[in-house]
């Protein structure tokens, strides 16, 4: 390794090895980010390593630009389900499915404890008080109205943010409404406003 | 003799003058040149970053000469998301 090195070195020039150490470290990292937006990995190599080629930094900062602002197929996935979801939601209650095996979730914090179970698929978390089905209240005047969505998906339950000025947080994390509906199933903390709800599987018998 | 002693170190004086002014002026060129381009890859990272969960803030890094957009690239690409990665942790 040590010989490969000190022959790469010579080969190059130290510069020219640092460069060479540099640009495979960001072809590498490049292609790491890119698939955790969900798209191929070689996409975010290419980007990188098109600098070596004659169209020099100016293409790949265009495609950094294009990363940035497009849609990633990871929203594109949880968006679909969120649609689907929705769509089961908006279905007429005569022929909305019985409710199945217990999979409900348990909200509290804040002075309220919010359960989620249920035929609904969709609910909403709003600072007012609860007038329709799958609303769930928590007055407080930092929660918006409504302030985030929550959506069931079999045993699993999504948070999707609605844009209200007091924040979305899971686990501390800020949610955004571009983040579209985040998976909360493993989350410990969702905070709404200021008010911190803690998450947690509801037990059959309540 | 005086004269031509006077005459050089006040000659010698003033091209030092010009070749610190011309400096400063490169140097000035040269933060202002860096300034926008750090400016180009700040703009889209502070969305990547804000996607991905994290502070758009860290996007800053750019401004640090020669690694910092090395230690922008590794946040991204070896911490886990808090907004989620495309799998298995989306929804």
Known sequence: MGFDVAALMGLLGIGGAFTLVAMILAAWMAWRIVEKAGLPGWAGLGAVLLTLTGVGTVVPLILLWVFAFMRWPRDAVAVARAAASGAASAAPMALTPPPAAPRGWRLAGGGVTLVIDGPLNTWLLTGAPAEKPGELSVPDPSVGRPHARLLVAGERLGLEDLGTPGGTFIDGARLLPEHGPRDISAAGVIRVGTVELTLSKARAAE | ?91
Do not use: K, Q, Y
């Open chain 2, 1 to 91: 003799m005086w004269h031509l002693l006077r005459d050089w170190a006040l000659m010698n004086h003033s091209i030092m003058a010009w070749l610190l002014g011309l400096g400063s002026l490169v140097l000035l060129a040269i933060l202002i040149v860096h300034l926008l381009f750090a400016l180009l890859l700040i703009v889209p990272t502070w969305r990547i970053c804000a996607r991905a969960g994290f502070s758009g803030a860290l996007s800053l890094f750019h401004l640090v000469p020669v690694i910092g957009s090395f230690i922008v690239m590794a946040i991204l690409a070896f911490s886990t998301w808090p907004a989620g990665e495309a799998t298995p942790r989306g929804l």
